[in-house]
């Protein structure tokens, strides 16, 4: 059956993108309310935004054990539907001006909770309702199609909230609640549609765990490492990670607003400049279909590409088109390795282990965030956006070049899968577990 002719893949490509697309609406709303009602103060804005990220250094973990031990498909849903009910409870505070620091805290918490629960759920669906040969070009098509969102989500966002607020003649130095509102509530009204969308994905059942939670994530991360491959993509990921995403979520809103002097409108626009590399990175993903020995080479060249493109960022903060290309190069090397990346892990992973391996996966990129972004914001303050980009981008350079330099991380996609020996080191029913994780994996 062809991909475009699979009904569940169909409806669960327009449902996370639908939800992706609401969610930028929060991205680029959020952080312009902390900076407008803080004069500028970095460190409040990136502790914000770490609390929206923080419980991705926990409960994302438990999210994938849930999406083993119930369904993915339940998860989402259940997330999405308490997702809706805080971002309006968000949106009447705003509205009414009840927005202290603390209190936009507690709504970033619970928010990244839920999106804890439901990142790893999502990326867990795929395998389950699509052939192991049609993975690459799947991925690649929901994949690229939420990079889309991320073009025509902060643009459709930025120029909303400016456009409200011009239409309430509300002056450039000060927020507008009701547009600002406006935009929380159009991410609860696309989030909806989605579930909609939801409720008529029929998964193929795969036998479940009765395991506890705590048990279920442990054997999720026993088999991270145990099978060498997956360690050694892993360990590499966290240490990119941490020094890419935290010092970009804190130092893009402050060149946005303060550096380039944009209004909403611009934020957006620049925003979506991420987008429209990542899409390109994405096709260029699914055309070159890189092989697995091939693929550390392939992520070390991006990572190493996008070193260089966030230090030079400090040099050019000040130029509208220097910003955007160097946003735009990031971009193209986050998506090709995010499509070649996620493709890689499915395939590798037999169903039973998919929702925490994805979770682990999404922890590696994600959970050490809130503390990045934090450090970042800490020395934004005392030392300007030069210097913190300047620091990062010079490390992940330093970090891709060594990994260039060891044939073992050049080579870490083709490191082979886990051995006998490492099977016997699970326990008995995680050894059950993987062993019809690979039967059904090779019966879909």
Not at 91 to 102: D, F, G, K, S
Not at 110 to 138: H, R, V
Not at 276 to 300: E, S
Request: aromatic share 10%; with cysteine.
């Amino acid at each position: 059956m062809s991909l475009l002719q699979n009904k569940n893949f169909i409806l669960h490509w327009l449902s996370v993108s639908l939800a992706q697309l609401g969610g930028y609406f929060t991205m680029v709303a959020l952080p312009w309310l902390v900076l407008s009602q803080t004069n500028n103060d970095a460190f409040l804005m990136s502790i914000v935004m770490a609390c929206f990220s923080l419980p991705h250094g926990f409960f994302i973990l438990f999210g994938g054990a849930l999406a083993d031990r119930w369904s993915p498909l339940l998860v989402l849903f259940r997330s999405r539907q308490f997702g809706i009910g805080v971002m309006l409870c968000l949106a009447a505070c705003v509205y009414l001006q009840i927005t202290p620091i603390p209190v936009l805290c507690v709504f970033g918490l619970i928010l990244g909770t839920l999106g804890a629960f439901g990142i790893p759920a999502s990326q867990s669906i795929l395998p389950s309702i699509c052939k192991d040969e049609e993975l690459g070009l799947a991925n690649g098509i929901v994949m690229g199609t939420s990079q889309l969102a991320q073009i025509v989500g902060p643009l459709l966002a930025g120029w909303l909230i400016w456009l409200m607020r011009y239409l309430n003649q509300v002056n450039p130095e000060q927020y507008d609640s009701t547009s600002l509102a406006l935009a929380f509530v159009v991410d609860a009204g696309l989030v909806l549609i989605s579930i909609c969308l939801l409720y008529y994905i029929q998964v193929k059942p795969v036998a479940r765990s009765a395991k506890g939670l705590f048990t279920l994530v442990f054997q999720g991360m026993q088999f991270c490492w145990l099978d060498q491959g997956i360690r050694l993509v892993l360990a590499y990921l966290i240490l990119i990670s941490f020094f890419m995403h935290g010092p970009l979520l804190a130092v893009l809103p402050l060149i946005a607003k303060v550096d380039l002097s944009l209004t909403e409108a611009g934020y957006g626009t620049l925003y979506a400049m991420i987008g429209v590399g990542t899409l390109i990175g994405a096709g260029m993903a699914i055309w070159l279909r890189p092989a697995p020995d091939k693929l550390g080479l392939f992520v070390l060249i991006g990572d190493l590409t996008s070193g260089i493109s966030l230090f030079l960022l400090g040099f050019v903060s000040a130029s509208l088109i220097s910003v955007s290309i160097c946003l735009i190069v990031m971009g193209i090397a986050t998506g090709f390795i995010m499509i070649a990346g996620t493709t890689w892990f499915q395939r590798r992973t037999p169903n039973e282990y998919m929702g925490r391996v994805m979770s682990v996966l999404m922890f590696c990129i994600l959970g050490l965030m809130p503390l990045s972004g934090a450090i970042a914001g800490f020395f934004n303050k005392h030392y300007g956006n030069q210097w913190v980009v300047m620091s990062a981008g010079s490390l992940i350079i330093t970090f891709a070049l060594l990994g260039l330099m060891l044939p073992k991380v050049r080579r870490m996609g083709k490191t082979p899968e886990m051995s006998v020996a490492s099977i016997s080191k699970l326990s008995p029913d995680a050894q059950a577990q993987y062993e019809l994780g690979v039967a059904t994996k090779n019966n879909i």
